[in-house]
């Protein structure tokens, strides 16, 4: 009973969570290897080297998959707390994106087309790249990249801004929470465990 209790307990935690409150709806929800280049100073010629680092990228949608309404990629860091960049996009605005990157999807693709890049930045990382440019006031770009050998092309690019502090606040709560609920259900299998052993070995 105890551990349908917590695990329903978590259910309720996961249910709580920020990125879903408005009624979008997870597609993808990986670690992603991200170099980070830090440009809000541009007379710092330092800032032009990278780091690396695992990136959670959460994708969800409002809307039907085959046609959503709006798409929204989340990027959060398990370093930093207060990492936290969003990338809002409808169809109108991805006109737009359309236009000036001269791509060949329509808006219903651009999701697989964004879990497919992210997907081979993970698979194979010395030719797929994902490089996020952290840049003044708040903006940043992430640039998805290819090795060629000869050169390297440029995929595709996503605008992004740093989300406000409430947004911010919400998450890192719901991460905490998160984390509480996972250590609770884990200290109440062991009591279980340990229950279970003294049952059948009782001078232990």
């Not at 006109?95 to 990157?101: A, D, G, I, N, Y």
């Not at 050998?149 to 690019?157: D, G, N, R």
């Not at 719901?174 to 009591?191: E, H, I, M, P, W």
Request: charge should be negative; glycine fraction near 2%.
């Amino acid at each position: 009973v105890k551990q349908k209790m917590n695990s329903y307990d978590f259910s309720l935690v996961e249910e709580q969570d920020p990125s879903v409150a408005e009624g979008h709806r997870v597609l993808y929800d990986r670690e992603v290897p991200f170099e980070i280049r830090n440009q809000t100073d541009p007379n710092d010629p330092s800032q032009e080297l990278g780091t690396l680092e695992a990136i959670k990228v959460k994708i969800l949608i409002m809307g039907e998959e085959q046609n959503p309404l709006t798409l929204r990629i989340e990027l959060t860091s398990e370093t930093d707390l207060f990492f936290h960049f969003n990338h809002n996009l409808d169809e109108h605005g991805f006109r737009q994106v359309q236009e000036h990157q001269k791509l060949m999807v329509d808006f219903p693709e651009y999701p697989n087309v964004l879990i497919r890049m992210l997907n081979n930045c993970i698979k194979e990382p010395h030719s797929h790249l994902a490089v996020f440019v952290i840049e003044r006031e708040g903006l940043a770009r992430l640039d998805f990249i290819q090795n060629m050998e000869y050169k390297f092309v440029e995929l595709l690019s996503c605008n992004f801004i740093a989300s406000p502090e409430d947004v911010i606040r919400a998450h890192i709560c719901f991460r905490y929470n998160t984390l509480k609920s996972r250590l609770s259900l884990v200290q109440s299998r062991l009591q279980d465990i340990e229950s279970v052993i003294k049952a059948k070995n009782p001078s232990l």
